[in-house]
């Protein structure tokens, strides 16, 4: 009995310690959401408005002549762009975004496709069977890079202007206030400009130059814009995975501390009996 009752206290004693980490990473997690979460609104909303002067902008003989806008005629060679965490520890978001992108390459068996990795678990499971992985960017953690998003969208664009690709798509996880994280995949390049030619505008110096301008712009911006969504999806998946391994953790304990004192009022019964006995023996 008394064994019993170190190997229970030694059991809680070890739950707390792990709530203390998963608590702690349960705030952490939450601070890293609310930054790159305003980061994503912010893009957005910025994103949104070059957008709208894009469909308002672009006729369908410019769609159609642009190298970045028109579709090539036969697509033999996809690049596909995983963006995953470096990290696990964050629910099935890796598990997700890994199963859908294979899915995909799985339906596209007629094309060759070449991958492009943005975190480790992403290069980690790809690697090891044998996918092509062109370009890998790993060390981010969850931490948003301007610089590294524009290197990505760069490499991105290289390659399918190099003729290394004729469409490109990116396999990333859509974040949702309901905390439902979808992974999805969207077509990157060629661009589709969704309503041509709705407005009218006076250009200057011309409708050319200002487009030649935008569009690379609004590319940049819309790779930064996907990898803050994935990154906030990531954070948002690792709270409420850390959150959840909590609330386990206090269950745990309020199991076992309630089988500690029924352990300790038992043994406290046996030698209170055990007494009582002994003296019943001596008057005897």
């Given at each position: 009995m008394i064994?019993n009752?170190?190997?229970?206290?030694?059991?809680?004693?070890g739950?707390e310690?792990?709530?203390?980490?998963?608590?702690?990473?349960?705030?952490?997690?939450?601070?890293?959401?609310s930054r790159v979460?305003?980061?994503m609104?912010?893009n957005?909303?910025y994103?949104?408005?070059i957008e709208g002067?894009?469909n308002?902008s672009?006729?369908?003989?410019y769609?159609?002549?642009?190298p970045?806008?028109a579709?090539?005629?036969r697509?033999?060679?996809?690049v596909l762009?995983v963006i995953?965490a470096d990290t696990?520890l964050c629910?099935?978001?890796?598990?997700n975004?890994?199963?859908?992108?294979e899915?995909f390459?799985?339906?596209?068996?007629?094309?060759?496709v070449?991958l492009v990795?943005?975190g480790?678990?992403?290069?980690?499971?790809?690697?090891?069977r044998?996918?092509?992985v062109?370009?890998?960017?790993?060390?981010?953690?969850g931490r948003?890079?301007a610089?590294?998003s524009?290197?990505l969208?760069?490499?991105i664009?290289?390659?399918?202007?190099?003729g290394e690709a004729d469409?490109i798509?990116?396999?990333?996880?859509?974040?949702?206030?309901?905390?439902?994280?979808?992974?999805v995949?969207?077509?990157f390049l060629?661009?589709e400009i969704r309503g041509?030619?709705h407005m009218?505008?006076?250009?200057?110096p011309?409708q050319?130059?200002?487009?030649s301008?935008?569009?690379?712009?609004?590319?940049?911006?819309?790779?930064?814009?996907?990898?803050?969504?994935?990154?906030t999806?990531e954070h948002?998946s690792?709270?409420?995975?850390?959150k959840?391994?909590?609330d386990?953790a206090d269950?745990?304990i309020d199991?076992?501390?309630?089988l500690r004192?029924k352990?300790r009022?038992?043994?406290i019964t046996?030698?209170v009996?055990?007494?009582?006995l002994s003296?019943?023996a001596l008057?005897g």
């Amino acid at each position: 009995m008394i064994q019993n009752l170190r190997q229970i206290k030694s059991r809680i004693r070890g739950i707390e310690n792990t709530r203390k980490i998963t608590r702690a990473m349960e705030m952490v997690s939450s601070a890293k959401l609310s930054r790159v979460k305003s980061a994503m609104l912010s893009n957005r909303a910025y994103l949104s408005g070059i957008e709208g002067i894009l469909n308002d902008s672009v006729t369908a003989e410019y769609a159609s002549t642009h190298p970045l806008l028109a579709k090539k005629e036969r697509v033999k060679t996809l690049v596909l762009c995983v963006i995953s965490a470096d990290t696990g520890l964050c629910g099935p978001y890796n598990q997700n975004i890994i199963r859908h992108a294979e899915r995909f390459v799985s339906l596209e068996r007629d094309k060759y496709v070449k991958l492009v990795t943005v975190g480790r678990e992403a290069y980690n499971y790809f690697s090891r069977r044998g996918f092509h992985v062109a370009h890998r960017y790993s060390g981010l953690n969850g931490r948003f890079s301007a610089v590294v998003s524009d290197e990505l969208s760069s490499d991105i664009v290289k390659m399918y202007q190099n003729g290394e690709a004729d469409e490109i798509h990116i396999a990333h996880t859509r974040f949702s206030v309901k905390l439902r994280h979808a992974p999805v995949i969207e077509k990157f390049l060629n661009m589709e400009i969704r309503g041509v030619g709705h407005m009218d505008y006076i250009y200057e110096p011309g409708q050319e130059e200002i487009l030649s301008s935008i569009i690379p712009k609004y590319i940049s911006l819309r790779m930064r814009a996907i990898i803050l969504e994935a990154f906030t999806s990531e954070h948002s998946s690792r709270m409420l995975a850390m959150k959840t391994a909590t609330d386990n953790a206090d269950d745990l304990i309020d199991t076992l501390t309630l089988l500690r004192n029924k352990a300790r009022q038992s043994a406290i019964t046996k030698e209170v009996l055990e007494i009582a006995l002994s003296a019943e023996a001596l008057k005897g």
